[in-house]
């Protein structure tokens, strides 16, 4: 049987996990008899958590909420994750990054050596952008793991499956060989955890997701760390999702004024820059792959446009407008 202390803390773990417990099936868990149960119960009573005795042919408990907060009991993934939510709300936008960084310093303060380490090494760069794609669910553990890599600047070796691996399950007989890259940042896009790495047998910059990554242990020689291109990690990775070089921007780039408030634009647009010009105006910074998808993409909204620059896009509007109208003069051709 365990130690009393180390049973109070088994049992106070189990209550957590679920509403109801019956009080034999919590002294089967515990292998102890429902008697030790209820001497249990009342210790923890007794050190302020606030346990709640159910009537019936069985009898039950349940942890209740107190008037005032006992001290807390994790387990090590748990408090893993506590951390990792409280570090990804310190760059929410949300405006309680000052109140999660103190939580998380309080957290760190009573998690055993072994922990804070781990959480010592894991940070993580949140470029956010909206999406309404479910992402998929990355083990803690691989995570921890590439933060690690990059805290230590040391050479990764993974195995990385492709998005037609995945879906084809695990039948496919040729495995290619590991990868190898520096480990430079641990981000999260769109709602997706990505790697930021160089690849040493492609010698370029590559983003790998991480739900993908499947790490080997273990991890080569250090590094020394190379320089980004652009030095923002925010603008390179938006870069790259937008098909650019790296600087962070659309291959083109352009400016317009549309007869709409701020407020009606700005929900749809997601990487532009909008801002308010009157009461019934607004000047929009948007760009694409080319001048006349953008002219399209600012044709989009049900306003006059009033094009600011460059001259590319001017030119792009004239060119749809003479395609507009000679669709629309068009004889219609039936088969």
Same mark, same amino acid.
């Given at each position: 049987?365990?130690?009393?202390?180390?049973?109070?803390?088994?049992?106070?773990?189990?209550?957590?996990?679920?509403?109801?417990?019956?009080?034999?099936?919590?002294?089967?868990?515990?292998?102890?008899?429902?008697?030790?149960?209820?001497?249990?119960?009342?210790?923890?009573?007794?050190?302020?958590?606030?346990?709640?005795?159910?009537?019936?042919?069985?009898?039950?408990?349940?942890?209740?909420?107190?008037?005032?907060?006992?001290?807390?009991?994790?387990?090590?993934?748990?408090?893993?994750?506590?951390?990792?939510?409280?570090?990804?709300?310190?760059?929410?936008?949300?405006?309680?990054?000052?109140?999660?960084?103190?939580?998380?310093?309080?957290?760190?303060?009573?998690?055993?050596?072994?922990?804070?380490?781990?959480?010592?090494?894991?940070?993580?760069?949140?470029?956010?952008?909206?999406?309404?794609?479910?992402?998929?669910?990355?083990?803690?553990?691989?995570?921890?793991?590439?933060?690690?890599?990059?805290?230590?600047?040391?050479?990764?070796?993974?195995?990385?499956?492709?998005?037609?691996?995945?879906?084809?399950?695990?039948?496919?007989?040729?495995?290619?060989?590991?990868?190898?890259?520096?480990?430079?940042?641990?981000?999260?896009?769109?709602?997706?955890?990505?790697?930021?790495?160089?690849?040493?047998?492609?010698?370029?910059?590559?983003?790998?997701?991480?739900?993908?990554?499947?790490?080997?242990?273990?991890?080569?020689?250090?590094?020394?760390?190379?320089? +980004? *291109?652009?030095? !923002? /990690? &925010?603008?390179? @990775?938006?870069?790259?999702?937008?098909?650019?070089? =790296?600087?962070?921007?659309?291959?083109?780039?352009?400016?317009?004024?549309?007869? +709409? *408030?701020?407020? !009606? /634009? &700005?929900?749809? @647009?997601?990487?532009?820059?909008?801002?308010?010009? =009157?009461?019934?105006?607004?000047?929009?910074?948007?760009?694409?792959?080319?001048?006349?998808?953008?002219?399209?993409?600012?044709?989009?909204?049900?306003?006059?446009?009033?094009?600011?620059?460059?001259?590319?896009?001017?030119?792009?509007?004239?060119?749809?407008?003479?395609?507009?109208?000679?669709?629309?003069?068009?004889?219609?051709?039936?088969?």
């Amino acid at each position: 049987m365990q130690k009393t202390s180390a049973r109070l803390l088994s049992l106070l773990s189990l209550l957590q996990t679920r509403r109801d417990w019956p009080g034999a099936l919590l002294a089967e868990r515990l292998d102890i008899s429902p008697r030790t149960v209820r001497r249990d119960v009342d210790r923890l009573r007794e050190l302020g958590y606030p346990i709640v005795t159910s009537k019936g042919p069985e009898g039950g408990y349940r942890l209740g909420a107190g008037a005032q907060l006992p001290p807390l009991l994790f387990d090590d993934e748990q408090a893993v994750a506590l951390a990792i939510a409280l570090q990804l709300a310190t760059t929410s936008g949300a405006g309680i990054e000052e109140a999660a960084a103190r939580a998380l310093t309080t957290v760190r303060q009573v998690m055993p050596a072994r922990l804070r380490h781990r959480i010592d090494t894991f940070h993580v760069t949140a470029v956010e952008r909206p999406t309404t794609r479910p992402a998929r669910p990355v083990d803690s553990t691989v995570l921890m793991a590439l933060s690690a890599a990059v805290h230590a600047r040391e050479t990764l070796r993974f195995d990385y499956s492709s998005a037609a691996a995945q879906g084809a399950g695990d039948n496919s007989t040729d495995v290619p060989p590991p990868r190898r890259a520096e480990p430079h940042h641990l981000i999260i896009w769109g709602g997706r955890w990505y790697l930021v790495a160089w690849d040493l047998d492609r010698e370029d910059w590559r983003t790998f997701r991480a739900d993908r990554i499947t790490p080997r242990t273990p991890t080569g020689p250090r590094f020394f760390p190379r320089e +980004l *291109p652009g030095g !923002d /990690v &925010a603008a390179f @990775v938006a870069g790259r999702f937008q098909g650019s070089d =790296g600087s962070g921007g659309w291959p083109c780039r352009g400016e317009a004024v549309l007869g +709409l *408030p701020a407020s !009606d /634009v &700005a929900p749809y @647009v997601h990487d532009g820059v909008v801002e308010e010009f =009157g009461p019934h105006r607004c000047r929009l910074i948007l760009g694409s792959w080319s001048w006349p998808a953008l002219a399209a993409a600012l044709g989009r909204f049900d306003a006059d446009i009033q094009v600011v620059g460059p001259a590319e896009l001017k030119d792009a509007f004239a060119c749809l407008a003479r395609r507009y109208a000679d669709a629309a003069t068009a004889p219609s051709s039936h088969r």
